[in-house]
């Protein structure tokens, strides 16, 4: 019976393992290193970048001068952040997370989207099949990804911890 708990365990440890690379989220620095700033193309610059449901967007700006807005389609064209959707901006170093597959959009008050401070993607669902390794010219645009891990699969992992203990110390095998 102590074997099979075991084994049991360390199937539930394996599930637990594998669903952390399929449960990946990326923080993504907005314009790599050059940030949210004036004079940017951020159009060619997420041409670069893959948008998936669960990465975190992070705009890393001057808040005495920039701000960010999540604006619908029409104030996205316009360069109006009137009647935003969400407004970002907290400290300079901010992040949003992409929860739903759809465009998003995104600008700075003041003037400053017609200078180029707006941004545009696309958020898809599922990552597609791993590709094989990236040339040396896109490993500059992976370099600005974080990896982060899914808040569920540490709550799993949190939750095996105390039963793996109690097994190995008080059910020695």
């Keep these: 019976m102590r074997r099979l708990l075991w084994w049991l365990l360390v199937a539930a440890a394996m599930a637990v393992a594998a669903m ?20 940017v193309n951020y159009t060619e610059w997420a041409m670069s970048e893959d948008f998936y449901v669960g990465d975190w967007l992070y705009f890393i700006f001057d808040k005495h001068y920039f701000t960010v807005f999540e604006v619908n389609e029409t104030n996205y064209k316009i360069c109006s952040e009137k009647e935003f959707i969400t407004n970002i901006t907290k400290g300079g170093r901010d992040v949003f997370n992409l929860t739903q597959e759809r465009p998003y959009y995104f600008l700075s008050s003041g003037g400053y989207c017609w200078h180029g ?26 370099a600005q990804k974080m990896p982060s891990i899914s808040p569920i699969v540490l709550s799993v992992i949190i939750l095996l911890c105390p039963l793996l203990f109690n097994f190995f110390f008080f059910f020695p095998v």
């Design 20 to 39: 952390t690379g399929s449960c990946e989220a990326d923080l993504i620095k907005v314009g790599g290193k050059q940030g949210w700033r004036p004079d």
């Design 117 to 142: 401070m707006r941004l545009a993607i696309n958020v898809t669902s599922h990552m597609p099949p791993a590709a094989p390794a990236p040339s040396p010219s896109k490993t500059k645009s992976a």
